[in-house]
């Protein structure tokens, strides 16, 4: 039987946990998205959340580049997508690319954690846009040079993932039988005495 796109967001939620923000146990990485767009005081938040992230230094060395559907950043990054992506990324109205500043502003000295904080970014990122109905869906397939070049990315920049984000839709209007089967399909996480120690390869819980 074909779910829908409710049905598919409570069985793609993680059990919930008393004290842990909804949002994380909400946040999954759809693929099947609406032909709805985004409207910019929405997409606001989003980025709102991922100015007030944690760096170091306060650097704040992420850089985002948005596009929405129509306009000519989301062709760029769209056409840098590679293989599997292309089959279903093509349906989110809004396309980013984070990057992030690897020398320190200040004096230039290298910034080793800058791809950390922009992790750090857009962890909220992904977490804002679940809190407000939205799903995204992070992706490390595509041509960095081509996205470099396109979008005129200066070098001293690392390149992050590209984010798919919109409103989810039933996973059928994938129309691809692989892709409705990692839709639909349970989403599983390691418990945490695996990764969590107190001495290294013991359990902290």
Do not use: C
């Amino acid at each position: 039987m074909a779910l829908s796109a409710m049905e598919t967001s409570a069985l793609k939620k993680a059990p919930a946990v008393e004290g842990v923000l909804p949002a994380i146990h909400e946040r999954w990485s759809a693929r099947s998205f609406a032909d709805r767009d985004v409207n910019a005081e929405t997409l606001r938040k989003v980025f709102e959340a991922a100015r007030w992230a944690a760096s170091s230094n306060n650097e704040q060395p992420w850089r985002f580049v948005v596009g929405r559907r129509g306009d000519g950043t989301w062709e760029k990054i769209y056409a840098t997508l590679m293989g599997f992506n292309r089959a279903w990324a093509h349906r989110a109205p809004v396309l980013i690319l984070g990057t992030a500043n690897t020398r320190f502003m200040k004096n230039g000295a290298e910034y080793a954690y800058a791809s950390y904080d922009l992790g750090a970014a857009t962890a909220l990122l992904t977490l804002q846009a679940a809190a407000l109905g939205l799903t995204t869906h992070q992706m490390a397939g595509f041509d960095h040079e081509a996205a470099r070049r396109e979008l005129g990315i200066p070098a001293e920049y690392a390149l992050g993932t590209v984010i798919a984000l919109g409103y989810q839709d039933d996973p059928a209007v994938l129309g691809d039988a692989t892709l409705i089967e990692r839709e639909t399909s349970a989403r599983t996480r390691k418990p945490l005495n695996e990764i969590v120690f107190k001495t290294w390869g013991e359990g902290a819980f």
